[in-house]
């Protein structure tokens, strides 16, 4: 088996440039107000004291261009989607600003801009921007997290004085986890059922929408009918003031309604360029999947964070005699030591790349005209890969920052060494923004054939329903650079050639072979158990755990393509070479993890399950002597490196 070079010297800066991308200038930008404006943490801090630092660094945030790059430019912004998805990517050094400021310009902001209209932007968004009015976006109820469609809080419109009365029918109604609630937030977007009322003295369901309701005065004190409680101290993002908030028939005007897809007249009469409840649903939904895509992009640059502080540690810590020069080896010269690290800086690389396309779709999408995806499909493409991209990239924050940690002993359990405070901060990502497992169940409907037409709910019931009553098939696309991939593909070697591990067409068909095999395999699964009388819940339950598998396949695979993509368009020959180890790095670490599946399905012998350990071994080894480099190289703005184990401000501790 022949092991491809990785070059001696490459330019980090190129790989910098490599990595920044689409929104090089924006990054740039970002770390040029970073480098003037010092924003620590509030480690240390008790609760009140972290909070009120917080809203102090958000509002010199508010000064700075950096929150303005996503509004409309009529308002004063840039009208860049995709750039104010990375700005806030760079503020991942200080998780609880970045949240903080998430809720109130991407949450709040954002909800307030894709679902109201221009009376809403003309009165609120400046406001917003300048955080005049701080906000909330109060969706998450204690009884209903991610099942939105069947949200508790109603917002029924009394005709007699054109107003809408919100209301908590009940404890599992209450707002809850809701940023900004506790201690700050002036007016929340508040997602309630819309009732309109009927000739017959009844009311009609028009499905969730949001309106725009004061919750304080300008004093700070709760409104009339307005109960908030504080969900108290949490696990990380302490400088977040999570509250719950409950409504006892509150009356907002008419004009509250956020009425882009859903509006009331005076006389009651609603009206919707949509029709359909669920459709629209859908369609309002999708309108705030920033939120999400920003998660999955803050969880890696958390990482990547993490992984710079360890593998800066581990080049410089030494520790056992080497006989063969009499001195200590360093840490990360020790084959375990780099096994544990690398292959999860290498996946760090091939997610930014697929965070990368994620961005660019998103923003691509938002600048097309509806002509451009007249049935949608693009839309529910990108709401897929969001939710995919961001169950996975959280999982591998989760699972990264605590190996990052080990791998710095007694020294990175210390709080100044920042990664007791990474993962504190970023373990609720995992469960915020959508819970993984309910995410990769929205991505397996979407790999299943007749989904555009059949499914009609959110729910697991939804989907039971539908797969028990439908032939389901199954399709695979490409997502990224699709004549690229297929070139690739078609001239990949036999299964049995020696240096096949390392050709990036057989490794592209080995995954795309094994989606289409688990996908396969799932809707025979399902057609089998769904036929006769079956109970279509217990149908999709049953088959939960393969469905879940799918999902995460197809995932895998479409990271793998977006990293060849990236490769391809990098035009310095040394820093593509560095990248195409990188990328059979993260592509044999996975089909190393998952050998048990390629040999039970003989994808692979058992000589090549060895030489596949081999290569990573090797690999790790050539990689090595760069690994500082490659850290160096994601660009994270400097004031957030301050652990004294990677500033070399302290020796090593054991």
């Not at 990052?404 to 990474?422: I, K, S």
């Amino acid at each position: 088996m022949r092991i491809p070079s990785i070059p001696v010297k490459f330019d980090p800066a190129k790989l910098r440039e490599s990595l920044d991308g689409r929104w090089g200038e924006v990054r740039d930008r970002v770390r040029g107000v970073l480098e003037n404006e010092s924003l620590p943490t509030g480690d240390g801090l008790d609760t009140e004291s972290h909070r009120a630092h917080t809203f102090e660094q958000l509002r010199r945030l508010a000064d700075s261009e950096i929150v303005r790059i996503g509004f409309p430019v009529e308002y004063g912004g840039s009208g860049d989607r995709g750039g104010s998805v990375v700005a806030m990517e760079m503020l991942a050094g200080n998780l609880s600003l970045m949240v903080k400021a998430g809720v109130q310009w991407g949450l709040f902001g954002g909800a307030v801009t894709a679902l109201g209209t221009e009376h809403h932007h003309e009165e609120h968004l400046r406001s917003i921007m300048d955080l005049s009015e701080p906000g909330c976006f109060a969706m998450t109820e204690t009884g209903h997290g991610s099942d939105v469609q069947h949200l508790g809080t109603t917002a029924v419109f009394d005709p007699a004085t054109a107003e809408f009365v919100v209301h908590t029918p009940d404890e599992s109604a209450r707002k809850d986890y809701i940023g900004n609630a506790a201690r700050d937030g002036r007016t929340a977007a508040v997602f309630a059922q819309l009732y309109t009322p009927t000739s017959d003295g009844g009311t009609e369901n028009h499905g969730v929408h949001a309106l725009l309701v004061p919750i304080r005065d300008g004093a700070g004190n709760p409104l009339p009918g307005v109960s908030i409680s504080d969900c108290g101290r949490k696990a990380g993002l302490n400088g977040v003031d999570n509250g719950r908030i409950s409504f006892d028939r509150v009356r907002v005007p008419r004009e509250a309604l956020l009425n882009r897809y859903g509006d009331v007249a005076e006389d009651g009469t609603y009206s919707s360029p949509i029709e359909g409840v669920n459709k629209r649903f859908f369609t309002m939904l999708g309108t705030l999947i920033t939120g999400r895509v920003s998660v999955a992009g803050t969880a890696g640059a958390a990482t990547k964070l993490a992984l710079e502080i360890a593998l800066r540690y581990g080049d410089t810590r030494r520790q056992f005699t080497n006989p063969r020069t009499g001195g200590e080896t360093p840490v990360l010269d020790y084959l375990a030591h780099q096994r544990k690290l690398l292959p999860a800086l290498a996946t760090s690389y091939a997610l930014h790349f697929a965070q990368e396309e994620l961005v660019a779709t998103l923003h691509d999408l938002r600048q097309a005209s509806p002509e451009d995806d007249p049935e949608g499909r693009a839309q529910r493409e990108l709401e897929s890969r969001a939710a995919g991209l961001k169950a996975v990239t959280t999982w591998h924050a989760t699972r990264t920052i605590q190996d990052c940690r080990e791998a710095c002993g007694g020294a990175g359990y210390l709080t100044e060494n920042q990664l007791a405070g990474l993962k504190a901060d970023t373990d609720v990502f995992t469960t915020f923004e959508g819970d993984n497992t309910v995410l990769l169940q929205l991505v397996a409907k979407g790999l299943l054939t007749g989904y555009r037409e059949g499914f009609d709910e959110l729910g697991t019931l939804g989907m039971a329903r539908y797969v028990a009553d439908q032939f389901v098939g199954t399709v695979i696309e490409r997502t990224a650079a699709r004549s690229l991939i297929q070139r690739l593909v078609d001239a990949s070697p036999g299964r049995d050639d020696e240096d096949a591990l390392f050709d990036r067409g057989w490794q592209l068909r080995l995954f795309e072979d094994r989606e289409r095999h688990v996908l396969d395999g799932v809707a025979r699964r399902l057609r089998r158990a769904g036929a006769g009388d079956a109970d279509p819940f217990e149908v999709f339950n049953d088959a939960q755990d393969h469905v879940l598998r799918a999902a995460r396949v197809h995932v895998e695979r479409v990271v793998l393509e977006a990293f060849v993509a990236g490769i391809e368009r990098c035009t310095d020959p040394a820093v593509a070479e560095v990248l195409e180890r990188l990328c059979d790095l993260y592509v044999l670490c996975d089909i190393e993890a998952d050998r048990g599946w390629f040999l039970e399905h003989e994808r692979l012998s058992p000589r090549r399950s060895k030489a596949i350990t081999e290569a990573v071994n090797a690999l790790c080894k050539g990689l090595r002597p760069h690994a500082v480099e490659l850290v160096t190289a994601f660009g994270m703005p400097r004031q957030w490196l301050s652990a004294p184990i990677a500033t070399g401000e302290q020796p090593g501790t054991g």
